[in-house]
């Protein structure tokens, strides 16, 4: 009960932020529309500019009257999961690329202290001190995403483009179908007890019109996504916040308790409905698409290969941004008979899996930890919420706290279903914050002082500032690959680079473009590849996408031999790679090797007897030798 009377007895936290709190509201708003915003013309249209936008509102939250703080458990993990993450950095191969994180996830300092960064604005913008101004900004925030979400949804469900994509499942507003389709569910978990309680209160149609509305978008976005991933997501999120809602008032009306019940099963079944009647989302989950089935085959590849390298380095991973280069070289015939040529593996598409990849099985252990931590601040926010809740005069403003927690915790579990088959991006990962920081919020502990709030203003806007410009990378390296001369091509990605300089990818993603203009015989080209491959190559030797781009570049130049020996360096750590075999078969004909580069091209087509490109080349290869 201690709990309980610091809840009653600090009435000035549990009453309402007044409506002029405009800070804390606009810091509100931003956060949530963050995970939606990208931007026009960018090379990465979705990642970066989450990150950023997402910063400016924790620039606001600063300046905003707290209305909670994150939980000490909470803090002491994040902290010990950020210092077992530097250390596998810095015994990584390449600890420059694995503390900044590599393009376009960014996956080290630039994104992870954004999500810690996100936990802290949760807690401080929707404790349980929030009071019903920010509560139902809180619900209309994410109530207008679901819907603007969803309208973007079905116009690309029916063949339109209103976001310019190749994609036969764009994303919507998040670039890729399976985020779309678990930020639905998220956004669906959040409003879900706020429709709920109203309709178990037996309160008025448009008291819940809207958020009721949201939340059907909510569920159509997930069909439209066709993502199994967010549609069991969806499933878990919605019992998850019910049974976060039903606790704290099962001593209340059986009337209303009847009547939850039966808003949830609706919620459920409509959900279903929506889901079988969605053609494409319908032959996903019941395995009728051939593409779906190949996804589940891969998992289970994916998944062997990275046990087996987390078995090769078990106690510190391969270090963040680090898994890319490793698996490569540990793919099997497997793989590259199953995956479109030229794939690069990112993740394993397993947060836990991640974690050890990432840290070793210290952090995985973390990681467990602060999910245990998470669900254990939960239940005793919703325990104490029902505790208040069944004395004369309970306060609305726990109420509320008890809506927000029940639905941050089953947007959390539905993110955390989701990434056992996905990976996370900044979209995902700062949602996951954010309700992370709702559910770990304790009440504070006394005023700030004028000093320290001064202070940390000032290092988040710097901060902000900074990450401003790493964002604008994005448009001068759209610039470059989009460029019709080699010269304006290498301004622009000289441009981009500056502004990041510890990120290979981008000196490797110039390499690959101008290595692709050289195999077309674009003049200067050639060179511009191999300086440019060097240059990616001193921060990540190990990246074979920059490896395979030199060798392209110094055959286009004339220097064959020197291709030659780059592309069979490639081929003796990667012995299973069809395309890079047939590259070194080629480059061993323009030597002069003619009898071992057809054995070079034969071998290629017995690893990809399918694969016309390989095909096509050995073909070239007999009528070269007849």
């Known amino acids: 009960m201690t709990r309980v009377r610091v809840l009653r007895g600090r009435g000035d936290e549990l009453q309402s932020i007044r409506a002029g709190d405009r800070w804390g509201l606009a810091a509100i708003w931003i956060s949530v529309f963050a995970i939606l915003v990208f931007f026009p013309g960018a090379f990465s249209r979705w990642d970066m500019p989450k990150i950023c936008v997402f910063l400016i509102a924790v620039v606001l939250a600063c300046v905003a009257w707290p209305a909670g703080r994150v939980s000490r458990i909470v803090a002491s993990l994040c902290l010990a999961g950020a210092v077992v993450l530097g250390v596998a950095a810095l015994l990584s191969a390449q600890p420059l690329t694995a503390l900044g994180g590599r393009w376009p996830r960014s996956e080290g300092l630039v994104l992870l202290p954004v999500v810690a960064a996100a936990i ?13 101004v920010r509560h139902g900004a809180w619900t209309r925030s994410v109530s207008l995403g679901s819907l603007v979400l969803g309208c973007v949804s079905v116009l690309e469900a029916v063949g339109l483009r209103p976001i310019a994509s190749d994609l036969s499942r764009p994303g919507a507003l998040l670039g890729n179908a399976t985020d779309q389709g678990l930020v639905g569910a998220a956004f669906v978990a959040v409003v879900l007890p706020v429709v709920v309680d109203r309709i178990a209160r037996g309160r008025a149609l448009r008291t819940w019109l809207f958020p009721g509305s949201a939340l059907l978008a909510g569920v159509v976005t997930v069909a439209c996504s066709g993502s199994r991933a967010g549609m069991l997501a969806l ?66 590849l994916i998944w062997r290969e990275t046990l087996q390298l987390i078995l090769d380095a078990p106690w510190w991973g391969v270090g963040p941004a680090g898994y890319a280069d490793a698996i490569a070289v540990r793919h099997g015939p497997e793989w590259f008979a199953t995956v479109t040529p030229g794939t690069v593996l990112e993740s394993p598409h397993n947060w836990a899996l991640q974690a050890a990849v990432s840290g070793g099985i210290v952090l995985l252990l973390i990681a467990v930890l602060l999910v245990g931590a998470l669900g254990s601040s939960a239940v005793q926010a919703l325990r104490c919420a029902g505790a208040v809740s069944g004395l004369k005069n309970p306060s609305s403003a726990v109420d509320e706290w008890s809506l927000r927690v029940a639905g941050a915790a089953g947007g959390l579990s539905a993110l955390c279903i989701g990434w056992l088959t996905h990976f996370p991006v900044p979209a995902t990962a700062l949602l996951a914050g954010l309700l992370a920081g709702v559910v770990c919020a304790q009440g504070t502990r006394g005023a700030e002082g004028p000093r320290w709030r001064r202070t940390r203003l000032g290092l988040v806007s710097a901060w902000c500032v900074a990450l401003a410009f790493v964002t604008a990378a994005e448009y001068p390296l759209a610039g470059g690959v989009g460029a019709t001369s080699a010269e304006s091509a290498d301004r622009a990605f000289v441009a981009a680079a500056a502004l990041r300089p510890w990120d290979a990818e981008l000196p490797s993603i110039a390499a690959q473009t101008f290595a692709a203009h050289a195999n077309g015989g674009a003049h200067g080209a050639g060179e511009l590849g191999v300086r440019w491959a060097d240059r990616a190559l001193a921060l990540d030797p190990a990246g074979r996408p920059a490896r395979e781009a030199r060798a392209v570049s110094l055959r286009a130049v004339g220097d064959l031999i020197r291709a030659q020996e780059e592309f069979a360096a490639l081929v003796r750590d990667q012995p299973h790679d069809p395309r890079m075999m047939m590259q070194l078969g080629v480059t061993t004909l323009l030597v002069g090797e003619v009898a071992e580069g057809r054995r070079l091209l034969e071998r290629a ?22």
Do not use: C, F, K, M
């Open 235 to 300: 499933g878990v999120g919605v019992v998850v916040t019910w049974l976060g809602w039903a606790g704290p008032r099962w001593r209340g009306s059986r009337s209303e308790r009847l009547r939850g019940l039966w808003a949830g099963l609706a919620v459920l079944g409509i959900a279903g409905v929506t889901v079988l009647t969605t053609p494409l989302a319908r032959d996903r989950l019941l395995g009728v698409s051939n593409l779906a089935a190949q996804t589940v085959a891969d998992r289970g």
């Open 120 to 132: 802290w604005a949760g807690a401080r913008l929707l404790g349980p001190a929030a009071g019903q």
């Open 605 to 626: 087509v017995e690893l990809a007897p399918e694969d016309t490109t390989v095909r096509d080349a050995a073909d070239w290869a007999a009528a070269v030798a007849e």
